[in-house]
């Protein structure tokens, strides 16, 4: 900024208000406005260097952050490769949860970790052995014990991924129950993170609807007097509340997704 007029020179704050970058007098002499020019031209350039660099950071993370997508990614297919129910049930779930979590008005930001969360939930199970993840009678409290762990496991297999911390809530702790008797940290009420609030409704309707070895998919009327029943024990009530209303007033979106990946 060049002014001619001294007393009537902008305060500091409105300079800064106005992002000017330097200020000086008019006068006959001009080596004041070179210097203020060279000044401007190196702010430019510094600028354009910080945002060059903040964008080679971004690519870089995207890189880092698709390449650890598609390691785990190899992981789920092997996972659901072994069990028929398995297949397909995450992304219903993701799908679910992100769907639950655009009627609760979360940011586009959240649903993206409801998605990979979502997708994610079940990784752990990778470590569970055939003869108890494929077993179709009933399971020995020993084999239930051992299913149990399947959220620990995920847990460890994401834990060291710093950019996707934000999912390990998820996948850790969407076993466990709003009264307090879930696993595996017996948390309860709002102390169980959200996202693993909504992924736990959306894993037990996802259960509920799926056919298995044993029955078949559960009419959806049933489906809906079992979370009504569990709202307040084992579902957070408000999330449940906001799922019911969408099987009443959506459930066109519901079967979108049923048929996006048919139930196995």
Known sequence: MLTGHKDLAPPLETIKRLAIQGYCEKSDKFDQVLLLIESAMKSIDQMNMIKKINLELKESQDKIEKAYLESIEIIRQTVEARDSYTRGHSDRVSEYSVLIGK???LSEQDLHTLKIGGLFHDIGKIGIPDSILLKEAKLSDDEY??????PAIGKHILANATIFQEIVPIVFHHHERFDGRGYPGALAGENIPLFARIAAVADTFDAMTSKRSYRNALPLEVVTQEIEKCSGSQFDPQIADVF????????????AIQEKYVTG
């Open 244 to 255: 019911l209303k969408i099987l009443k007033e959506h459930y066109d979106e519901v079967l």
């Open 103 to 105: 009627y609760l008005g």
């Open 145 to 150: 014990s051992q299913i149990k762990n399947h």
